[in-house]
């Protein structure tokens, strides 16, 4: 039986699979967008968004358990700098995960994972997707805004100075 065994091992020892999990995080943190393979996606969402959560709140029993697990002090400050500004308000869901295709070579499931608040095309969209239309009224109400023609009222003339 599998009972608490729920993360991926992605067929390594614990220790090689820790450091390749903090290396990509601090990838991700520094680049915020990195190229892999689905299942080493997935493992270091998990890995990472505890991370982001700690680095919402800038103190110093936070800044030392965030380092004990990625160790380099250019992610640390960029992490509790600019990181944390722009996650400030989000509730959770900082990474994203976009699916690119199959490596050439054995055919695994490519990705990429990035921070969700530095996609700037994204969040454009967002900002347009927002309008909400309704079904009420069928098709009738439908046509009836589409035929409705837009009036619109002639401007005044100003007199010129001469």
């Known amino acids: 039986m599998r009972h608490n065994k729920k993360f991926n091992h992605l067929s390594r020892k614990a220790a090689h699979r820790g450091s390749m999990l903090s290396n990509m995080a601090c990838s991700l943190i520094m680049h915020k967008r990195i190229s ?8 270091l969402r998990i890995y990472v968004e505890p991370l982001l959560t700690r680095a919402k709140e800038d103190n110093m029993a936070n800044r030392r358990l965030v380092f004990s697990e990625l160790k380099q002090k250019e992610v640390i400050n960029e992490l509790f700098g ?9 509730p959770g ?5 976009l699916r690119t295709g199959f490596r050439l070579g054995d055919a695994a499931e490519m990705c990429i994972i990035e921070l969700v608040d530095y996609n700037e095309n994204m969040l454009k969209d967002g900002k ?12 009738k109400a439908a046509a009836a805004e589409e035929v409705a023609p ?11 100075a001469e």
Do not use: W
Request: proline share 4%.
């Open 150 to 160: 837009v009036v619109e009222e002639p401007k005044a003339e100003e007199p010129k």
């Open 82 to 90: 600019q990181v944390s500004e722009k996650i400030a308000n989000r």
């Open 93 to 97: 869901g900082y990474t994203r995960i």
């Open 36 to 43: 892999t393979t689905l299942a080493k996606a997935k493992a």
């Open 128 to 139: 347009k997707a927002a309008k909400k239309s309704t079904r009420r009224g069928g098709k």
